[in-house]
């Protein structure tokens, strides 16, 4: 088989495996494609069988040893700073004025949240809360203003 057949292959291959994204399987066949076209070209590759055989090879034991770690690599990528759970103790800026239990808006990291007070009482436009649950895509806060239960109590001697 010629050497730019192997490489055209195996470029299919890696663009099949951007299409099917969390896969991670066409790269290990394309990755080994190339490097089969590369040794064809440079004459170090044998017979078809041969090529065949390096192939299937290459890919599987590829596939076998490096797909776990990749995967595992890829699920830790996102620092605490990615991760939704993380939200819990962030400031936020309310876009709209908030009312215990109703729905309103508000912003975190440049992005538009959804949000529910857990403070008693009203919130307007522009209040910095804090963040003291996520549930699903909702953030329930409470004003980040400490409250007079907060400070410690007047007379108190030790």
Do not use: Y
Request: with cysteine; aromatic share 6%; charged share 15%.
């Amino acid at each position: 088989m010629e050497w730019w057949m192997w490489v055209i292959g195996g470029l299919a291959l890696l663009a099949l495996e951007m299409l099917i994204p969390g896969l991670i399987v066409f790269l290990f066949f394309g990755c080994a494609a190339i490097l089969i076209g590369v040794l064809e070209g440079l004459g170090l590759a044998g017979p078809i069988w041969m090529q065949w055989v390096l192939f299937s090879v290459l890919s599987i034991l590829s596939l076998l040893v490096l797909r776990g770690p990749i995967l595992r690599r890829l699920s830790h990528r996102g620092d605490s700073e990615g991760r939704i759970d993380s939200l819990v103790g962030r400031e936020v800026v309310l876009l709209t004025d908030l009312t215990p239990g109703e729905p309103g808006k508000a912003e975190l990291r440049g992005t538009s949240w959804g949000v529910v007070s857990t403070h008693g009482a009203p919130l307007s436009k522009g209040t910095r809360c804090i963040v003291e649950a996520v549930e699903g895509l909702t953030l329930h806060v409470r004003d980040a203003a400490p409250t007079a239960s907060a400070e410690p109590a007047q007379g108190d001697s030790a």
